[in-house]
């Protein structure tokens, strides 16, 4: 554990310190029902909605994206949700002049790494706590967390179309 990070894979580097590789944050049970609600719409309109398209050429390929959507929405949503945010290891002796005492995670910060209540630990960046992925939102993670924001909107705005497609224009 790091905090109130659960850490599922980490290596150690040559200088001795520990690199992260995969953690899940506090709230890391809102995965399941993140993901549960991603794959379950999507999942639902694959199999109910995509085979009463009658033309068998569109049928493949609506599907063909569909899937490709819902693998690109998941990937990225897991690559945001375990990733290390940007925890700032625990630093007992003061490094230099520029660094600060926080008294919360104990030890010297580095300008531009905050505290972080939910999850216990110093974060260089912070931009909030999402409890959707369960973990906080980063400098480390950030990009990633951008590209599942626009995959979902992008994976909810095609299911949207192919419902509206079958249902009402048919």
């Given amino acids: 554990r790091v905090g109130n990070f659960f850490v599922c894979l980490d290596r150690k580097k040559a200088d001795g310190m520990t690199d992260l ?72 002796e003061k490094p230099g002049e520029d660094w600060t005492w926080n008294g ?23 931009d909030h706590f999402c409890p959707w992925t369960g973990t906080v939102i980063a400098q480390n993670n950030m990009k990633r967390f951008i590209t599942f924001n626009i995959s979902v909107c992008g994976l909810l705005c095609y299911t949207v179309a192919i419902c509206i497609g079958v249902f009402i224009i048919p």
């Fill in 21 to 92: 590789l995969c953690m899940v944050g506090p709230c890391w049970p809102m995965m399941f029902v993140t993901l549960g609600l991603i794959i379950g719409i999507a999942g639902l309109v694959d199999i109910f909605v995509i085979p009463e398209i009658e033309n068998k050429t569109v049928r493949y390929v609506v599907l063909a994206l569909a899937i490709f959507g819902l693998l690109v929405t998941v990937s990225s949503y897991l690559a945001t949700a375990c990733s290390n945010p940007g925890i700032q290891p625990i630093v007992k």
């Fill in 104 to 126: 919360n995670a104990e030890s010297w910060r580095r300008h531009g790494v905050n505290y972080e209540y939910q999850s216990g630990t110093l974060i260089k960046n912070v």
